[in-house]
């Protein structure tokens, strides 16, 4: 589990990145997903793919489903990780 404050700080750029509504695969919206990925190390324990699934989900861009619900398990599966 993210330390306190890094779980914090996680999820307000998450909450921060759903607020500003980028487009999915503007180079805002991949800005934002490829610093949280690289400042939080995802890349050294989560596949790619997976990333990808939970940061879309976690934004509300998934094509799966987009319910508060979902947002809200997709960021703390990101924070928990």
Known sequence: MADPYY???LRHMLKDARAKGFKIN???YNLY???IRDRYGFNSFLDKNRYNYLYDMALGKSPYT???G???WA???????
Do not use: C, F, H, P
């Open 7 to 9: 779980a914090q700080e």
């Open 26 to 28: 503007t180079s805002n």
């Open 33 to 35: 997903k490829n610093t």
């Open 66 to 68: 987009k319910s508060a």
């Open 70 to 72: 979902n947002i809200s």
């Open 75 to 81: 960021t703390e599966q990101l924070v928990r990780r």
